[in-house]
T-cell receptor
Framework: DAGVIQSPRHEVTEMGQEVTLRCKPI?????LFWYRQTMMRGLELLIY????????DSGMPEDRFSAKMPNASFSTLKIQPSEPRDSAVYFC????????????FGQGTRLTVV | KNEVEQSPQNLTAQEGEFITINCSYS?????LHWLQQHPGGGIVSLFM???GKKKHGRLIATINIQEKHSSLHITASHPRDSAVYIC??????????????FGQGTRLTINP
């Protein structure tokens, strides 16, 4: 397996634009996580899914953020409209059996909103 | 409030030294993770533990549930161990979900 695949690796966009980040988890993993990392706040869990169903989205910062998992092999994190303070590295991770088990991380998407 | 504190924030040592990174959490947890983030940004899960000790190569992780404290040790440190080490505590929310809360990370630099 190629591991968790995220795209794009880098994204630069203007304030107010819609941004969509994509993630393909490891095949067979039932859990998918979206994280955000900034210098100020470190790593934060935004949302996680179990079998394509969102389980906990309490980390999603505001309504501008939304995440979907239409099937077991694909998830998106969308920001609309984007703001400069959304600039961060966004990681996707997947695991076999939830937050208490080892997670495998993608390489991250570095988002810059100007 | 669920908090995770790591110390030190930065650590520089010479190759071969024994390294200890500490992690304290505020309330009861169900598990604790140690992650390693390489200078290139990639994140690797090192350990997940809920009690006792785990060992993988030169890395050892321990947890003391009563003291709400975990340590990550590196024996015979090497420059390739230079990375940011992050602990994350797994809490159960009132709604029944599981929530990971991350420490701020410890930046380790091993000089040759």
């Amino acid at each position: 397996d190629a591991g968790v695949i995220q795209s794009p690796r880098h994204e630069v966009t203007e304030m107010g634009q819609e941004v969509t980040l994509r993630c393909k988890p490891i095949s067979g993993h039932d859990y998918l996580f979206w994280y955000r990392q900034t210098m100020m706040r470190g790593l934060e869990l935004l949302i996680y899914f179990n079998n394509n169903v969102p389980i906990d989205d309490s980390g999603m910062p505001e309504d501008r953020f939304s995440a979907k998992m239409p099937n077991a092999s694909f998830s998106t994190l969308k920001i609309q409209p984007s703001e400069p303070r959304d600039s961060a590295v966004y990681f996707c991770a997947s695991s076999w059996r939830g937050p208490a088990t080892e997670a495998f991380f993608g390489q991250g998407t570095r988002l810059t909103v100007v | 409030k669920n908090e995770v504190e790591q110390s030190p924030q930065n650590l520089t040592a010479q190759e071969g030294e024994f390294i200890t990174i500490n992690c304290s959490y505020s309330v009861g947890i169900s598990a604790l993770h140690w992650l390693q983030q390489h200078p290139g940004g990639g994140i690797v899960s090192l350990f997940m533990l809920s009690s006792g000790k785990k060992k993988h190569g030169r890395l050892i992780a321990t947890i003391n549930i009563q003291e709400k404290h975990s340590s990550l040790h590196i024996t015979a440190s090497h420059p390739r161990d230079s990375a940011v080490y992050i602990c994350a505590a797994l809490y159960h929310t009132p709604g029944g979900a599981q929530k990971l809360v991350f420490g701020q990370g410890t930046r380790l630099t091993i000089n040759p």
